[in-house]
């Protein structure tokens, strides 16, 4: 089935709890001790439930008899009914239509006329401690079908021009940076516009896709074509305050089996019209559940290939292959393979991440990945790659994070014929390697080693991984991470605005934890080679990029892209850098490339895009 926010806690009990917690700001409750039926509202309409800021002003009231067209029906996940009143206000902040849980299937149709009795309630997606907006809706109802047969009422057309340029209003300093007892300005505001139209027969035409549908039969299109377009067909998250207002997550209202959701990359085209209600749902915010489903035009997006390295040039690479284990298809192997051998061009080190134990997310204290590793790189030499030799340390059991069971690590791949490794034993999941002066020149204590693994900063977290290199006789220091993951974070369409980050207090201690690393590096030689490579989990304008730039030490090598090509990995419609390669100053003249084969892509073989950089050292 399509997928949908879950609603495993009883809508009563999660409208109790906002009440208590006070996020339901225009709720009003009867303290009487009488046992008599609370009052009903009658001669309400669904204008008057919606109000004109993002929680109703009858939320916790009894309604009698709301009347309206029937625009939508959901027979699967949050089972329920939509429903539109045909003769609007005159107050573009008012919707006119709204949401009735059922919590079974609907007894209603499309186009029934029919009238709803029940208690206006909040539900907020995800939970009272997501920051989520909340959904209004119509729960515990009684429902009476006047009429069937009745046309709809006409959709709110979403175009370029209907969505404001700005995102959101910031939110009121006394309520917590809260949006929701703020005015809704829709001609103003892009989450305004969407929330004054929440429940409402809404469409949109002919629009590009920017994020391509996924394993719960969803996709994303946008409105707006010329918004931080990217090269490629997306659209770039290039900054907070740049948060894409055109983007609209589109499901469908027609079961799996009846009809099968549409597959579709970044850069193809939903033609015509897709209609139906407009919803939320904490998996995307506002999005368009359809009745009717526009048609898509592929473009052909190819998965890109980089260029060989010629003779002189070192090239380096770095991979989040996605829990990657022994248990894996052969065919995930095989195309990751392919991957490393032919759209990267069999880089000479390859940094990988989500490198995941011999047993897999299986917590048996098995925490080797051998066997992982060599069945990956005996993959590489039958897609006709070069026999790699790797280097990693196996990590404590269960203290990496990651999925549970796991015990996910970044492991160094090298090709013998190209680049050596320089082995200095003692490096363990626990001690910390360290910087000393050899023949004048930098060199590590452990190699392979560990940076800083007791401090704080990798609580939970994987610990990078720092290697020793050496290329045409020159020393190369590589340092591979992945940065604890967004886990926690608010999402841009919270009622907070600004939302909350609070995952990124411990990236930013990650960040300069390596900082300082690279900094010992470099006071012991100025002119050191290094590179921080990996999965960052943050932006290439974030904090965590400030706290591991800090001091000149490092330069995002993304940044020599031009802006539309900034991008790893794509979430929601916005294609957003992940994925990072970081240089020392020595490393001035390198050539840089993100290298598109997974993110914008239906078909995935990991849900980032690896990044290969090449100069001579």
Do not use: C
Not at 143 to 172: F, H, K, Q, W
Not at 357 to 385: E, M, P, Q, W, Y
């Amino acid at each position: 089935m399509p997928a949908a926010s879950s609603r495993t806690t009883a809508v009563s009990a999660v409208v109790t709890a906002a009440l208590a917690a006070g996020l339901l700001t225009g709720a009003t409750t009867s303290a009487s001790a009488s046992t008599s039926a609370p009052a009903v509202d009658s001669q309400v309409r669904i204008h008057d439930i919606q109000g004109s800021t993002r929680v109703s002003p009858l939320v916790g009231r009894q309604v009698g008899e709301v009347a309206g067209i029937v625009t939508g029906v959901r027979t699967y996940g949050s089972k329920g009914f939509w429903f539109q009143d045909p003769h609007p206000d005159a107050d573009p902040a008012t919707s006119e239509g709204i949401f009735v849980y059922t919590g079974s299937a609907p007894t209603v149709a499309v186009g029934d006329a029919v009238t709803v009795s029940g208690t206006v309630t909040e539900y907020v997606p995800g939970g009272l401690d997501s920051g989520n907006q909340s959904l209004t809706q119509i729960s515990k109802p009684t429902v009476a079908v006047v009429s069937s047969g009745n046309a709809l009422p006409a959709p709110v057309r979403i175009t370029e021009r209907s969505v404001p340029s700005r995102y959101s209003p910031a939110g009121d300093p006394a309520a917590g940076g809260s949006v929701n007892a703020l005015p809704l300005r829709p001609s103003r505001y892009a989450l305004d516009y969407y929330e004054s139209i929440e429940g409402m027969n809404v469409s949109v035409g002919t629009s590009r896709v920017v994020g391509a549908t996924d394993a719960h039969a969803e996709l994303w299109v946008t409105v707006k074509p010329r918004e931080n377009d990217a090269r490629r067909g997306g659209t770039v998250y290039g900054s907070y305050d740049a948060q894409n207002t055109g983007r609209i997550q589109i499901q469908s209202l027609v079961p799996l089996a009846e009809q099968p959701f549409p597959k579709a990359d970044v850069g193809d085209v939903l033609t015509g019209a897709t209609e139906g209600p407009l919803d939320f749902n904490q998996y995307g915010g506002y999005t368009l559940t359809a009745r009717t489903m526009g048609t898509v035009a592929a473009k052909g997006l190819r998965r890109e290939v980089t260029r060989k390295q010629r003779g002189g040039e070192l090239a380096v690479a770095t991979y989040n292959v996605e829990n990657l284990d022994p248990t894996d298809p052969q065919e995930k192997f095989d195309a990751l393979a392919a991957a490393v051998v032919d759209n990267l061009a069999s880089p000479d080190i390859v940094a990988l991440e989500e490198i995941q134990d011999n047993s897999g997310a299986k917590s048996d204290g098995t925490v080797a990945a051998d066997l992982t590793v060599k069945k990956f790189t005996d993959a590489i030499v039958a897609a006709g790659g070069p026999a790699y030799e790797w280097r990693s340390i196996d990590p404590e059991d269960k203290k990496d994070g990651g999925e549970p069971g796991g015990n996910i690590r970044q492991v160094f791949l090298f090709n013998p014929e190209r680049v050596s490794f320089t082995d200095r034993a003692g490096g363990d999941a626990t001690t910390a390697t360290g910087v000393v002066r050899e023949r004048g020149r930098a060199a590590l204590t452990y190699s392979p080693g560990r940076i800083d693994p007791a401090n704080t900063a990798w609580k939970d977290s994987r610990k990078p991984l720092v290697g020793e290199f050496r290329f045409r006789g020159r020393p190369v220091f590589v340092v591979a991470n992945h940065f604890a993951s967004k886990g926690g974070d608010e999402s841009i369409f919270s009622e907070h605005q600004p939302p909350t980050r609070s995952s990124e207090v411990q990236r930013h201690a990650q960040g300069q934890a390596v900082n300082t690393f690279v900094k010992k590096l470099l006071s012991v030689q100025k002119n050191a080679d290094v590179l921080v490579v990996g999965d960052i989990n943050d932006f290439e304008f974030s904090g965590t990029a400030k706290a591991l730039t800090a001091g000149g030490v490092l330069y995002p090598a993304i940044k020599s892209l031009p802006r539309s090509e900034r991008y790893t990995y794509v979430y929601q419609g916005n294609s957003q850098v992940l994925d990072q390669i970081l240089t020392s100053p020595s490393i001035r003249d390198f050539q840089y490339d993100s290298v598109h084969i997974n993110a914008e892509f239906a078909d995935q073989n990991s849900d980032h895009d690896p990044q290969v950089i090449r100069f001579r050292p």
